[in-house]
């Protein structure tokens, strides 16, 4: 509507200087009659050597203020345009500064972590009973923790170490991602705490009531897809910065990697 009215304002003072200006310049005619051969000379050389008649002492002010006025609505209207446009391209900017922000802080180091601590244990899988093994449930067994070699044992202090160093990440930085996450990073979250406190000897010897808290393997897949849905956007902002775009979408999380109980 705003840009509509500026136009409209334009079209109208252009008009009234054309019109002013075609007044100023018309000579008198007199139409009731049609000059024959003599009087159209005649009349020719009267008109080139009379002066012209002074325009009304109205029209020069009125041309001068409505050209005035047409340049006033035509730099608000490209300020106003000008100023719109910059703020659309540093509010998408500070929006690739945020997911950058995301995925640096949170989910790169997070994955990287993950997929370290993932090698380590296919590591003591491979001596202590293969795709069955889980660290959390072996951890609960006193007898196993001590016939640990001094190896093994290092590759399970490695592992509650990393762990610690994941749950601090969730828990500082796992506010940032999409919220279908969140009950994925909870789950995770609650692994690592279990894991230092049966490395430590704190937890019953019970591995069945704690086999829940086993490490949700489906949240590498998610935050895969998360980072996915995050660069796309950062490339979108990237190639269309002048545009005003939709909020971003929640990730939706396919049936396959939802958690049981979530």
Not at 66 to 84: D, E, M, P, Q, V
Request: net charge neutral; charged share 25%; glycine share 6%.
């Amino acid at each position: 509507m705003r840009t509509f009215s500026y136009r409209s304002a334009i079209l109208l003072i252009l008009l009234l200087i054309a019109s002013g200006t075609a007044t100023a310049q018309s000579p008198a005619v007199n139409r009731t009659s049609q000059p024959n051969g003599a009087e159209l000379v005649a009349n020719i050389t009267t008109a080139a050597t009379q002066p012209e008649a002074p325009p009304a002492p109205w029209l020069n002010p009125l041309i001068s203020a409505s050209a005035a006025l047409l340049g006033a609505f035509i730099g608000g209207y490209f300020a106003s345009r000008n100023a719109k446009a910059a703020i659309i391209q540093k509010t998408n900017e500070l929006e690739i500064e945020e997911i950058e922000k995301r995925i640096g802080d949170f989910i790169a180091p997070y994955e990287q972590l993950s997929l370290e601590n993932l090698k380590l244990s296919r590591e003591l899988k491979r001596r202590h009973g293969g795709n069955g093994f889980r660290t959390l449930s072996a951890l609960l067994d006193p007898n196993w923790k001590t016939a640990l070699s001094p190896g093994d044992r290092a590759l399970v202090d490695a592992i509650v170490e990393n762990g610690v160093a994941l749950r601090r990440l969730i828990l500082e930085h796992g506010g940032a991602v999409s919220t279908s996450i969140r009950p994925h990073l909870a789950a995770a979250s609650m692994h690592f705490r279990m894991l230092a406190l049966a490395n430590a000897g704190s937890l019953d010897p019970d591995s069945k009531r704690y086999e829940a808290y086993v490490y949700p393997r489906q949240l590498d897949d998610v935050l895969a897809r998360e980072r996915k849905r995050l660069e796309a956007r950062r490339e979108l902002l990237r190639s269309k910065p002048d545009i005003a775009h939709a909020e971003i979408e929640e990730l939706t999380i396919p049936q396959e990697l939802t958690l049981p109980d979530a």
